[in-house]
C-alpha cells in the first residue's frame, strides 16, 4: 500500500533560521505530491504541489520543494522562517485514480513547526 | 468566492448512536472527498463522490458511509458510533475532478462520542 512519511514531528527553529522537511512517498509510479500546511485554527491549504515537469516546485509564501525522483523524495524547504510560519505541515500524494478519481490523498503524519521570535 | 463550508462544527454523540455531517463545497466544484483526522492515524481518506457516484473509496468499515447530491453538497454519516470514531472530520471539494486540480478543505467537523 501506498505510505508517505515524515522524518520529523517537531521543528522548532529560530526567525530567520532555514527550514528543510523531509518527506518520503513509496509510490514507484506516476506521482503527483503535496504539501499542505495547517495554521493554528485555521483549515489545511495547499502550499505546492508536483505533477510533472521541473523537479524544483515553488509555492506560496516562499516555500519550495524538491522532488527528486530516485530517492523517493520531496523535502519542503524555506531559506528564512517567519514566526508567522509556525504550524503544522503534511505532505501528501494522490492515491490511486481508481474511477477517474483524485480525491484520494495518501498523508504523511505531519511536521508540527515551531518558530521562536 | 465562499470556502469548503462543513457542519455542525463540533458535536457530542454517544455510542451507538448515529451522526450525519454535512459539507457544502465551492460554488461550480463536483467532487468532494471526506477525511478522518486523529492523532493516532493522521488523516486518512474516507471517500470521494463526483457527480452523485462514489468514485473511490478508503479502508473504513460500512459504518461509514455518504452521499452527494445534484448540486454538490455532500453528506456522510456514521452508524453505531464507537469511542474510536472521535476525530476531525474534513471535506475537501475539487472542480472538475480532474488531475491537476487544487484541492481546497474545509474546517472540519469535530466529532466526540462519549
Known amino acids: 500500500a501506498q505510505s508517505v512519511s515524515q522524518h520529523n514531528h517537531h521543528v522548532i527553529l529560530s526567525e530567520a533560521a532555514s527550514l528543510e522537511l523531509g518527506c518520503n512517498y513509496s509510490?514507484?509510479?506516476?506521482?503527483?505530491l503535496f504539501w499542505y500546511v495547517q495554521y493554528p485554527g485555521q483549515h489545511l491549504q495547499l502550499l505546492l504541489k508536483y505533477f510533472s515537469g521541473d523537479p524544483l516546485v515553488k509555492g506560496i509564501k516562499g516555500f519550495e520543494a524538491e522532488f527528486i525522483k530516485s530517492k523517493f523524495s520531496f523535502n519542503l524547504r524555506k531559506p528564512s522562517v517567519q514566526w508567522s510560519d509556525t504550524a503544522e505541515y503534511f505532505c501528501?500524494?494522490?492515491?490511486?485514480?481508481?474511477?477517474?478519481?483524485?480525491?484520494?490523498?495518501?498523508f504523511g503524519k505531519g511536521t508540527k513547526l515551531s518558530v521562536k521570535p | 468566492k465562499a470556502g469548503v463550508t462543513q457542519t455542525p462544527r463540533y458535536l457530542i454523540k454517544t455510542r451507538g448512536q448515529q451522526v450525519t455531517l454535512s459539507c457544502s463545497p465551492i460554488s461550480g466544484h463536483r467532487s468532494v472527498s471526506w477525511y478522518q483526522q486523529t492523532p493516532g492515524q493522521g488523516l486518512q481518506f474516507l471517500f470521494e463522490?463526483?457527480?452523485?457516484?462514489?468514485?473511490n473509496k478508503g479502508n473504513f468499515p460500512g459504518r461509514f458511509s455518504g452521499r452527494q447530491f445534484s448540486n454538490s453538497r455532500s453528506e456522510m454519516n456514521v452508524s453505531t458510533l464507537e469511542l474510536g470514531d472521535s476525530a476531525l472530520y474534513l471535506c475537501a471539494s475539487s472542480g472538475a475532478g480532474t488531475l491537476g486540480d487544487t484541492i481546497y478543505f474545509g474546517e472540519g467537523s469535530w466529532l466526540t462520542v462519549v
Open positions: 501528501a500524494e494522490l492515491g490511486d485514480h481508481y474511477g477517474g478519481s483524485q480525491g484520494n490523498l495518501i
Open positions: 509510490y514507484g509510479g506516476t506521482v503527483n
Open positions: 463522490y463526483f457527480s452523485e457516484t462514489q468514485r
